[in-house]
């Protein structure tokens, strides 16, 4: 199975803050690595598909980039709205799989 | 709008069965796979199965394949997850998602709570 590491655990930031958060693939994973935002009691929302492909609705503060095994999503001017966990997860192989996730918490 | 509406979940004690249900509307049902992913109690996301759009092609990973079926009823609109034989670690929030195409889950469903225990 292909293990997704994301890091930091947590991450404490200042609003307006650009900051970026780490999923690291135990094997490549091509570019199928998507990005999801859940916030506190609320379902999983899909924030970056492909590594990078943008998805309609989504502030354009977030953006996606890597290949491979190393990815990286960052948020550009971080807003109090932003405090969530932030979910990996490979489509390039079953089974599917997500990282453990990045708490985002707002100073 | 896209919409995804669970139901079925509750409580059911370990070694017993119970079937969850999606109801689905906005899109056209048909043409998308579906899938089921979980949330156990203030942990992380685990897929669980996935559908192809006939229903002919099904995929689970190994910590519920030969327990879990997922299923579809594309006339009405509707996707399904039986599960047997059930065990504490099933405890979680079950979310139906749709596929995007390329194995991520471009919406997902509000979830229904199982809790497995005596």
């Known amino acids: 199975d292909v293990v997704l590491t994301q890091s930091p655990a947590t991450l404490s930031v200042t609003p307006g803050e650009r900051i970026s958060l780490s999923c690291r693939a135990s094997?490549?994973?091509?570019?199928?690595l998507h990005w999801y935002q859940q916030k506190p009691n609320e379902s999983p929302r899909l924030l970056i598909k492909?590594?990078?492909q943008s998805i309609s609705g989504i502030p354009s503060r977030f953006s996606g980039s890597g290949s491979g095994t190393d990815f990286t999503l960052s948020i550009n001017g971080v807003e109090l709205e932003d405090l969530s966990i932030y979910y990996c997860?490979?489509?390039?192989?079953?089974?599917?799989?997500f990282g453990s996730g990045t708490k985002l918490e707002i100073k | 709008e896209v919409q995804l509406v669970e139901s079925g979940g509750g409580l059911v004690q370990p070694g017993r069965s119970l079937k969850l249900s999606c109801a689905a509307s906005?899109?056209?049902?048909?043409?998308?796979?579906m899938a089921w992913v979980r949330q156990a109690p203030k942990k992380g996301l685990e897929w669980v199965a996935t559908?192809?759009?006939?229903?002919?092609?099904?995929y689970y990973p190994d910590s519920v394949k030969g327990r879990f079926t997922i299923s579809r009823d594309n006339a009405k609109s509707s996707l399904y997850l039986q599960m047997n034989s059930l065990k504490s670690e099933d405890t979680a929030t079950y979310y139906c998602?749709?596929?995007?195409?390329?194995?991520?889950?471009?919406?997902w469903g509000q979830g229904t709570l199982v809790t497995v225990s005596s």
């Open positions: 997860q490979q489509g390039n192989s079953l089974p599917f799989t």
């Open positions: 559908i192809s759009t006939s229903g002919s092609r099904t």
């Open positions: 094997e490549s994973v091509d570019t199928y």
């Open positions: 998602a749709r596929d995007g195409r390329g194995n991520w889950f471009a919406y």
């Open positions: 492909y590594a990078s």
């Open positions: 906005g899109f056209t049902f048909s043409n998308y796979y």
